[in-house]
Each structure stands twice: as C-alpha cells, then as structure tokens.
C-alpha cells in the first residue's frame, strides 16, 4: 500500500493527543519516502505487518509495555497510550509511540479477556492479536522523519534533537473497521 501524503498533526494524530503542543512542535517532523529511511529504520517500518512481531525477530527477545499516559474514553470506548516498547528480560527500549485503539470492536466470545489484557498496559498489541488470533491487516499510512524532543530522547537512550525514524500505521480487522492508528518511533541504532 503506498502512504498517503499527510502533514502537520494528522501526520503524528495518536501521539498529538496524549504530548502538549509545545512538545510536538520540537518533534520537526515530516513525511518521507519509504526509500529515505536509514537501515536498519527502513527494515523495522517498512512492512505490512504489525511492529511487534519485526521488533522481536530483529531483537532477538520478547517485548513488554512501559506505558507513560493513558486515557479511555468510556463514551466511544477508545483506549489511547503512549509507551516505550522495551525488550524482556533486559529493559533495552526499542520502540517509542502511541495508539488509539477502539476497544468496541475488539469485543467478540472468541477474544475472551483480549480487552482486559489491552488495558492491564503489559502487553504490546500485536502481540496479543497474535496470541488470541485476530485476523487484521495493518496498512502503513505514512513514513516521518522527526527530531526527538526530550521525552523520546530519554525513552529511547538518545540524545534531544536526535533524527529518529517512524510510520504511522493503521490496523483493522480483516475485511472490518480499524482497530487500531499507531505512531511507531524506533531506535535510532537498531
């Protein structure tokens, strides 16, 4: 699928909504081909697959959640985060981002205790969509490259100002709605 042109805000929506404005703006980021991406960025984001499964085959280990915010919004029943993925059992951080995931549509007999687990904030989506066999496509919409602001700087182990690399990706069920709009900000050095 090729990434829609996107800017400002709608670019970074997911994370634009749990970071203040002044914190986005220090982000400078912009849309880029998927070909600009530095390896090994250009391997992590360039799929059409979910983030979590490619994370943990390049590093070699499991992911767990470090959640930073959170919010849930009862009356559309969206649950929005903003975590650092990092790896079991070392704590290294591989990932920086934020979703919004619309748990309603994730309310079925054959996922029993998929929502509970979204929201226990342990486990990185993809992982659990894999565990309770959820069919879904994930459709990259955009590949960014930003400047880190301090918040990712620390999460990441990188310096403020920083050129990270990222996509804004968008799961849905197969053949349904979308379940899930992603910001995904890797490691800088793999």
């Given at each position: ?76 029943d969206t ?60 459709e990259p ?50």
């Open positions: 699928m090729t990434p829609y042109p996107m800017a400002g805000e709608d670019l970074l929506r997911p994370l634009a909504r749990l970071m203040d404005e002044e914190a986005v703006a220090a982000l400078e980021a912009r849309q880029v081909g998927a070909n600009e991406l530095p390896e090994p960025s250009q391997h992590l984001l360039v799929h059409g697959g979910d983030m979590t499964s490619r994370l943990m085959a390049f590093h070699e280990a499991r992911l767990r959640v470090a959640a930073l915010a959170s919010q849930h919004d009862d009356s559309s649950y929005s985060r903003k975590v650092t993925l990092v790896t079991i059992p070392y704590g290294l951080p591989v990932e920086y981002g934020a979703i919004t995931i619309h748990l309603r549509h994730l309310n079925r007999p054959d996922w029993p205790g998929i929502r509970e687990k979204i929201l226990a904030q342990r486990d990185p989506l993809g992982a659990l969509l894999t565990e309770y066999r959820v069919p879904f496509v994930s919409r955009a590949y960014i490259s930003l400047r880190a602001n301090q918040e990712i700087a620390e999460a990441l182990h990188a310096e403020p100002g920083d050129r990270m690399y990222a996509r804004r990706n968008v799961l849905r069920l197969s053949g349904g709605p979308q379940i899930a709009d992603i910001v995904e900000i890797v490691r800088r050095r793999g």
